[in-house]
């Protein structure tokens, strides 16, 4: 298993088990990756996070996924370094979120485009 499938895993399984009520139920995007971005800060804006628009939008029009940072400094590593590689392989990957989520709107992700990553899949 390469390094970057490895690290996909590891951060959904993390990811997962850090952000995810066992209650919630999710949604699967799978995601050419248009943009991988991370936003150090925006005075007055937003928070930092890492994130990813894909090339098209789930049915419900969201095309952003991000991860505040300051929630799991670990994780946004991880999944920094996923989303990177897999843009700079011109891989895929599935990216897990629950649609009904708009609390990332409190920190610059806008709830009519963007949700909250809970697990990501490179493939």
Not at 83 to 93: E, M, W
Request: some cysteine.
């Amino acid at each position: 298993m390469r390094f970057a499938q490895a690290l996909g895993i590891l951060l959904g399984i993390g990811v997962i088990g850090a952000a995810t009520p066992a209650a919630a139920a999710y949604e699967w995007h799978d995601c050419v990756i248009s943009k991988v971005q991370l936003i150090a800060v925006s005075p007055g804006t937003s928070s930092p996070r890492v994130g990813v628009e894909c090339t098209a939008s789930t049915a419900g029009g969201i095309s952003w996924f991000s991860f505040l940072t300051q929630s799991d400094i670990d994780h946004a590593k991880m999944l920094l370094s996923t989303l990177t590689a897999a843009k700079i392989a011109g891989r895929s990957v599935t990216i897990g979120f629950e649609g009904t989520d708009t609390s990332g709107s409190s920190w610059g992700c806008n709830a009519a485009d963007c949700r909250p990553i809970l697990q990501v899949i490179m493939h």
